[in-house]
């Protein structure tokens, strides 16, 4: 009778849940989400030192709040903890829905898409946190009361320059808003110090959803032209790179780029805040 050899042992499947901390790491994150154990997310942006230099509400008690482009869940998780009573979370997470500019390569936007597919951190930081706050996969374009009601108070962070109609999004916000909105997105340094006193945008649409960079006036005009009136506006500040920031220059000429990734890396981008009521309900 021949002898039996030793076959190579095959571990046995595991069967244990992922750790919080092995699912956070399994995913990219774009905010800084402080968890129940501590920890915070590695996240591309410093979220948590910007709500520290904009004027979101201290109490949202008793009210109806929208997150419009949650990502990751930062701002509706904070309306949360200040009290709201409801808070709906939009945003869109297949990379397909994007709003893509009509350059962009198939297979990058095919790239784009099969990442998009993944895990979702805004999810994994619901379920540890204990959140009630509701997501919808929902365009910012699409807001209207018949779908999602109205709302006390809405946030937009970051979003508009990513838009290909940023005037048409702030008006569908318009539709649903009953009380006051807080917008805080980046604006460009340069066309903010050329044009001072004038509205300035400039096309950008580099084959990837980055449609526009405006200088601060711009920015302003924006919330006049989708019917709405400012109540407040900021100074500029920057919004600090985090732990995982990885950057992603506009600039195609070599000197532009390296100055513009050493302002990125150092300082941030540089940001403002509108607050701003609907101007029918004035």
């Not at 030793?6 to 244990?16: C, K, L, Q, V």
């Not at 290909?164 to 999004?169: G, N």
């Not at 008006?171 to 009380?179: E, F, K, S, T």
Request: hydrophobic share 40%; net charge neutral.
């Amino acid at each position: 009778m021949p002898e039996l050899k030793d076959r190579p042992h095959t571990p046995e499947p595991s069967t244990e849940e992922p750790s919080l901390a092995e699912r956070v790491a399994s995913v990219s994150w774009y905010q800084s989400v402080r968890l129940p154990d501590g920890s915070v997310t590695p996240s591309q942006f410093d979220t948590i030192d910007e709500l520290a230099r904009i004027p979101f509400p201290a109490s949202l008690a008793g009210k109806r709040c929208l997150d419009v482009g949650t990502s990751n869940g930062f701002w509706a998780f904070e309306m949360e903890r200040r009290g709201a009573a409801e808070v709906v979370a939009i945003d869109v997470r297949r990379a397909a829905r994007f709003d893509w500019p009509g350059n962009s390569k198939a297979d990058f936007r095919a790239g784009w898409d099969r990442e998009s597919r993944g895990p979702h951190g805004f999810d994994i930081a619901h379920e540890a946190l204990g959140s009630s706050v509701q997501w919808r996969e929902l365009p910012v374009y699409d807001l209207a009361p018949d779908v999602v009601g109205e709302f006390d108070f809405v946030f937009i962070g970051s979003l508009l320059l990513h838009l290909r109609d940023p005037i048409a999004a702030l008006a569908a916000i318009n539709r649903v808003l009953r009380g006051e909105l807080l917008s805080v997105d980046s604006i460009s340094p340069p066309l903010t110090i050329m044009h001072p006193t004038q509205p300035v945008a400039r096309l950008e649409a580099p084959g990837r959803p980055l449609w526009w960079m405006l200088n601060l006036r711009a920015y302003r005009r924006l919330f006049e032209a989708a019917g709405l009136d400012i109540v407040a506006r900021g100074r500029p500040f920057f919004i600090r790179p985090s732990s995982a920031y990885d950057f992603a220059p506009s600039s195609r000429r070599a000197f532009f780029l390296r100055l513009q990734e050493a302002s990125l890396r150092r300082q941030g981008v540089l940001s403002t805040w509108v607050r701003a009521r609907s101007r029918e309900a004035a």
